[in-house]
């Protein structure tokens, strides 16, 4: 059974940064598409930065330039660097990976719904 525990989300004052870590364990494949996706109240969670099956990165328009996405296969851990945070990067943020996704590149960022693995998220709160 594959297991996403998220972690180092917190709260900052807008203009800082966080780095957001997703420890992976219990997998059985060798390759997985991975992911972060946010979820504000009220609102549908979203995808932020993905990285699909070939490597490829793909972010959101909201966080380009500030957010990197990367991971330590060694470490099995996928981490979001999140700098220049604002007031509107709150939310709830979530790991999320799947070994099948065949989805490339920016469409990925649209596939919530079909990763089946998910972590249990963590908080990030911006202040103004």
């Known amino acids: 059974q594959v297991q996403l525990v998220e972690s180092g989300g917190g709260s900052v004052q807008a203009g800082g940064s966080l780095r957001l870590s997703c420890a992976m364990s219990?997998?059985?494949?060798?390759?997985?598409?991975m992911g972060w996706f946010r979820q504000a109240p009220g609102k549908e969670r979203e995808g932020v930065a993905v990285?699909?099956?070939?490597?490829?990165?793909s972010y959101a328009d909201s966080v380009k330039g500030r957010f990197t996405i990367s991971q330590d296969n060694a470490k099995n851990t996928l981490y979001l660097q999140m700098n220049s945070l604002k007031p509107e990067d709150t939310a709830m943020y979530y790991c999320?990976?799947?070994?099948?996704?065949?989805?490339?590149?920016?469409?990925?960022?649209?596939?919530?719904?079909?990763?089946?693995?998910w972590g249990q998220g963590t908080q990030v709160t911006v202040s103004s």
């Open positions: 990285i699909d099956l070939d490597g490829t990165t």
């Open positions: 219990g997998y059985d494949y060798s390759t997985y598409c």
């Open positions: 999320a990976a799947d070994p099948y996704l065949q989805i490339r590149g920016p469409d990925l960022l649209n596939a919530k719904g079909d990763f089946g693995y």
